[in-house]
C-alpha cells in the first residue's frame, strides 16, 4: 500500500500494489509503484518506462557495464528487478539493486 498525503498529514491518496507494481483497485496516487511518477499502468523509473501488467520494461536495454556473468538474469533486455520484485527494485530504470550488491 503507498499513501501520498497533504501538508496537513492527511491522506489525499491511496493505492495497493501486487509483487509486479500491477494496481489492486482503482485509486490512483500521482507517485505509484516504488514511489515513482505513475501515469496508468506505466512507471517512470528515469532511464526508460516499465510496464506493470506485462512485469517488463518498455523498451530494450542493451548489455551494459551492469549487466554481470554471474547473474544470468541480468542479460535479458526488459526483466525488472530480475524477475524478483519481491527483493529486488530498479529505482533508475538501469540495472537491479541487486547487482549493485554482487559487485561490491
Do not use: C
Not at 501486487?18 to 482503482?26: I, P
Not at 512507471?43 to 544470468?72: C, I, K, M, N, Q
Amino acid at each position: 500500500m503507498r499513501a501520498t498525503f497533504d501538508d496537513t498529514g492527511e491522506a489525499i491518496a491511496t493505492a495497493s500494489y501486487d509483487h509486479y507494481g500491477g494496481m489492486q483497485g482503482s485509486a490512483i496516487a500521482p507517485f505509484g509503484f516504488t514511489g515513482e511518477r505513475q501515469v496508468g499502468d506505466a512507471v517512470y523509473l528515469r532511464a526508460r518506462w516499465y510496464h506493470a501488467s506485462e512485469g517488463r520494461f518498455a523498451t530494450f536495454r542493451w548489455r551494459t557495464a551492469e549487466s554481470v556473468d554471474a547473474v544470468p538474469y541480468s542479460h535479458h533486455p526488459y526483466a525488472y528487478a530480475l524477475s524478483n520484485p519481491v527483493n529486488w527494485t530498479d529505482p533508475t530504470g538501469k540495472y537491479s539493486s541487486s547487482l549493485i550488491e554482487a559487485m561490491i
